[in-house]
């Protein structure tokens, strides 16, 4: 199964996400004069958008129990789900890429723990932080 490899950032002058793919830069050729990166938003490499690189995440390849595409820096909230004979209680857990793999939380993200845990996007890190702070 082929999977697209695309990133998002927030724009350096808008709270506004751009899509597509990721250019890493380093101070010297940067108007900026430090690291930056920008994302390239269509087929020609002048048509980018730079953005704020701690913003910078990458697309799981997932979706949530809606059908929204999960990345990288998202708030997922788990609803409850059983597992074997207990009940699981819901909460809210960041998303994150770790050793060659996405993880939600305490456990690895994939499609079966979407599927079983009705995993839902409801906010991402950097525009939303408050929604981890019900966490604790």
Not at 55 to 83: M, P
Not at 92 to 113: I, P, T, W
């Amino acid at each position: 199964m082929e999977r697209e490899i695309k990133f998002r950032g927030k724009k350096l002058d808008k709270d506004e996400w751009v899509y597509g793919y990721l250019v890493h830069i380093g101070k010297y050729y940067s108007p900026l004069n430090e690291s930056s990166c920008y994302i390239v938003t269509g087929v020609q490499i002048d048509s980018h958008t730079w953005v704020d690189p701690e913003t910078v995440g990458q697309s799981t390849g997932l979706k949530d129990k809606n059908g929204k595409e999960i990345w990288e820096g998202d708030i997922v909230s788990r609803g409850e789900y059983y597992f074997g004979d207990c009940l699981e209680p819901a909460g809210n857990d960041d998303v994150s890429f770790d050793d060659g793999c996405f993880f939600g939380g305490n456990g690895e993200l994939d499609s079966a723990n979407i599927h079983n845990k009705n995993i839902e996007v409801i906010g991402n890190i950097h525009s939303n932080p408050e929604l981890m702070e019900e966490k604790k």
